[in-house]
């Protein structure tokens, strides 16, 4: 219901959150990679978040004839508006509204990627990607195996914009990444800003295998930076350092990124060194660059917007202390959404706030 | 085959003997058996025959009073002789008939697909003209003066509580709002058609049907404010409201969820043996998702006491119908699934009205389900999230804004019946917007519900996760106090 939502932030979250500007690597990354100087990255125009994936579907449907984008409300431009003017360019055949129905949506991307298209489903709001769980979880991530590979869908990509925005309530503000990150056969992806946004979309849709890609609302107007206008890919299942540090290791994801990074600049002020992680893809996640900067740094702080319990923080805390137990000089933190539903009034007490990030950081350096 | 023909026939004998249902099979029978009706094959030639036939209504139209078409008898006669003449000719194709589970198949030699569509539109009832003016007389006597003011003085107020919130919406004062402007005859017809037995499945362009069971101005604006009165504790976004004591269940965002949910509370009220039924709301849209064709099919199996009320308001979001659905609209998936359906005027009050009310006596005592689609349309924007003028011509709006006004057309109704006059009308509009203007203000005062609610209500009781996150998050409100809203209280 709250669509184009991302337009008017809470004021009070709004207002705590300063512009998003990393000092993309990907920018840099993609400017080197085709020969491009850091003369030339100055003149990428700067965008934001919701443009950048824009950019991704016209690069998209523009070097493939047999790719697609279609879901409830594209045509005219999506609620969100990052289909704006796809349907105008490519036509109606390639660009389309879907009727009000996600597990035709995903369905139908399945059945047109299974014939070796590149399908871009887009559903509406996260919260309602679970009418689609069954042809996501049961179809889509088993149809390569299943057919003794005779058969794959890996040309199917799910966007779905995700979290938080100020005033969702329960149904336009889950993160419910961690449902699919339980799945084997689909990979789920996270981008942090609009350079990593447009890198990561590309390559998710050119990848050989289904993903679900969520993008962080929250973001879509507010995260403004320096996008390369040129076709590029990020690579996916590959973790990015974007803060060095010696103290303590924090990974996250998404919109939370932003917010542990001021908990890191503030903790910077104690006198704590902080390595913050993004880990871009959650499913398979680059194990190796988070155990490396735990045996570097000691301790481990995860941070997600979804509940605590069962998200993906808690896979990624198993996992370390299988690895790093010796290493670790503090138990992992988990700073994360509550064991509720969504709430709107209550929204500022549910999320996992900067000083909550903050506190903990403190306590695990002084545990 | 002729032996198993008659295998199967003497299966299907025993069936119906013992079923000890013979009105549920004959209804099947008709619908499978007869020869399709006004649906000619694709590309047919046979067309002039098909539309001669029977117009307006290409289906076997039912009321209360009358339960079977002269057709579905004549038919069930026939086929009965067929089957019990043990000298039927096998051979002869057009006399035999297939027993099948769920009754009888009659063969046919001429290879005919069904259409994708009928020849005509389904017909829209009404009962006034686009002049207020009634067309049969049979219905002044069903609404009468009492009735046809409080529907019209609550359209009004609906009409108004949507503006000024709309407008509250706009000045930042709430976070969302949703108006059901062009839709008010539903809304309020409907609600005006059903008792206070009976329960509510809303979507949630359907406030009018709570304002009807008497959910007040203050009550709707302390939802939208989500204050500390607020039933819903503040945890959803505005316009999702909900009322136990009017029977009216909670709305929720995701679409169509609450049609299958309809049917389950009306299979409980069916085992109960109560004089009421469930009326789900819902929006073209919806019928596009799974739980509208499981509702459907669930309701006809389980002869569910469930009224199906569709707006169909020719938009979802930007979408239009004809990217929604090829039917013709909703009511004919009626058929399709074995309910009884009706199309209906959702601009014309009294057509509604009536509709609804039949509906819901068809609905209880035949114990079964109805659905009804009420072609209307959505005047406003989606919500306040949307503009609408970004995917759909501004005449159009105008047209159904101006021309097909529901409450100005009702208006004429009651006006002519002399129950109501200029002089009314003005106190009645400045009386309402002072009142939602009050409410307003008051819902405003309120602070929000206390912190503990966060947690209450996950479950019936806290659970130890809970308490342990409580208290948690206590401690860190004391270390910084200024990251959180004052109008919550700790
Ligand atoms: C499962 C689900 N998918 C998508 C949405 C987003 N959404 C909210 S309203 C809406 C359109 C509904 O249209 P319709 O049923 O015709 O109702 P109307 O708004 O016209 O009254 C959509 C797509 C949703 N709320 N739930
Ligand atoms: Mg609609």
């Known amino acids: 219901m709250a669509t184009s939502a991302a337009q008017r932030f809470g004021r009070r979250l709004a207002s705590s959150v300063p512009r998003r500007r990393f000092s993309s690597s990907a920018a840099a990354a993609a400017a080197a990679a085709t020969g491009g100087s850091a003369v030339q990255r100055t003149q990428n125009p700067s965008l934001n978040l919701c443009s950048a994936i824009n950019q991704a579907l016209h690069i998209a449907l523009d070097t493939d004839p047999r790719s697609y984008v279609f879901g409830e409300d594209v045509s005219f431009g999506g609620v969100f508006r990052c289909t704006v003017g796809l349907a105008d360019r490519f036509g109606k055949g390639r660009v389309f509204n879907t009727p009000l129905c996600e597990q035709g949506i995903v369905g139908f991307g399945i059945g047109l990627a299974a014939m070796g298209n590149r399908a871009v489903a887009e559903i509406q709001f996260a919260d309602y990607i679970f009418p689609a769980f069954d042809q996501i979880v049961n179809e889509a991530a088993k149809f390569r195996y299943r057919s003794g590979n005779q058969f794959n869908c890996g040309g199917l990509t799910i966007r779905a914009p995700y979290g938080a925005v100020g005033h969702g309530g329960h149904y336009h503000s889950q993160s419910p990444e961690a449902f699919f990150c339980h799945v084997p056969g689909i990979k789920v992806v996270i981008p942090r800003s609009p350079s990593q946004a447009k890198g990561l979309l590309l390559s998710c849709i050119r990848d050989p295998n289904p993903i679900v890609f969520f993008e962080p609302k929250w973001l879509y107007r507010l995260a403004v930076e320096e996008v390369p206008e040129h076709d590029y890919t990020l690579p996916l299942s590959e973790a990015e350092v974007i803060r060095e540090g010696t103290d303590i290791t924090m990974v996250g994801w998404g919109a939370q990124l932003s917010v542990m990074e001021e908990a890191c600049l503030d903790a910077e002020n104690d006198g704590i060194s902080c390595e913050l992680i993004d880990l871009k893809t959650l499913l398979p996640w680059d194990k190796e660059t988070v155990e490396a900067s735990v045996r570097k740094t000691g301790r481990l702080l995860i941070s997600h917007e979804a509940p605590v319990t069962g998200g993906f923080g808690a896979e990624i805390s198993a996992s370390i202390v299988e690895r790093c137990f010796l290493r670790l000089q503090a138990p992992v933190a988990r700073i994360c959404g509550l064991d509720t539903p969504f709430p709107l009034v209550f929204e500022p007490f549910y999320l996992p706030t900067k000083n909550k990030i903050l506190d903990a950081i403190k306590s695990t350096v002084n545990y | ?490």
């Open chain 2, 1 to 490: 085959m002729a032996t198993w023909l008659r295998r199967t026939r003497a299966v299907a004998h025993y069936l119906r003997r013992s079923s000890g249902r013979p009105s549920t099979s004959r209804v099947v029978l008709d619908r499978q058996g007869a020869p399709l009706p006004a649906v000619p094959p694709l590309g047919s030639v046979g067309i002039g025959r098909a539309a001669g036939r029977i117009s307006p209504a290409p289906f076997p139209v039912f009321s209360a009073k009358r339960l079977e078409s002269t057709r579905a008898e004549k038919h069930l006669a026939s086929v009965h002789e067929a089957e019990d003449d043990d000298t039927v000719d096998d051979d002869d194709d057009d006399a035999q008939v297939l027993d099948f589970p769920g009754g009888k198949v009659a063969f046919t030699s001429r290879m005919q697909f069904i259409a994708e569509s009928a020849e005509e539109r389904v017909p829209c009832y009404r009962v006034l003209d686009d002049y207020g003016q009634q067309i049969e007389n049979d219905c002044s006597a069903q609404v009468n003066e009492e009735l046809a003011v409080k529907m019209y003085t609550d359209m009004v107020t609906l009409q108004i509580m949507d503006a000024v919130f709309f407008e509250a919406q706009r000045q930042g004062r709430i976070s969302f709002y949703l108006t059901s402007m062009g839709e008010e005859a539903i809304n309020i017809a409907s609600a005006a058609a059903l008792t206070d037995d009976d329960v509510v499945m809303p979507q949630y362009r359907e406030q009018g049907v709570l304002l009807w069971r008497g959910f007040t101005l203050q009550e709707f604006a302390n939802q939208c404010f989500g204050n500390k009165v607020d039933y819903g504790k503040g945890r959803q976004m505005p316009i999702h409201y909900g009322s136990n004591k009017h029977n009216y269940f909670t709305v929720s965002s995701p679409i169509a969820t609450q049609i299958p949910q309809a049917v389950g509370a009306a299979y409980s009220l069916k085992m109960d043996k109560r004089s009421a039924c469930v009326a789900a709301y819902f929006g073209d849209g919806s019928t596009s998702e799974g739980d509208f064709h499981a509702g459907l099919n669930f309701a006809a199996v389980m002869e569910a006491p469930v009224i199906f009320i569709c707006r169909n308001n020719g938009w979802a979001i930007s979408t239009h119908t004809r990217e929604q659905f090829r039917s013709d609209g909703i009511v004919v998936r009626g058929q399709a699934y074995g309910i009884r359906s009706i199309r209906v005027d959702g601009n014309d009050a009294l057509a509604v009205y009536s509709a609804v009310r039949e509906a819901r006596e068809m609905a209880i005592k035949d114990q079964m389900p109805i659905l009804v689609e009420a072609l209307t349309y959505r005047v406003g924007h989606h919500s306040t999230s949307d503009d609408s003028t970004k995917y759909r011509p501004m005449d159009e709006i105008e047209y159904w804004k101006m021309s097909r006004n529901p409450v100005n057309r009702f208006r004429k109704w009651v006006e002519r019946n002399m129950w109501w006059d200029d002089k009314k009308e003005v106190e009645l509009r400045n009386n309402i917007r002072k009142q939602v203007l009050q409410a307003i203000q008051t819902a405003e005062t309120y602070e929000k519900p206390p912190l503990s609610d966060l947690f209450r209500d996950v479950y019936d009781t806290l659970p130890s996760n809970l308490h342990e996150q409580e208290s948690q998050l206590r401690e860190t409100i004391e270390r910084h106090p200024k990251d959180y809203p004052l109008d919550v209280p700790v």
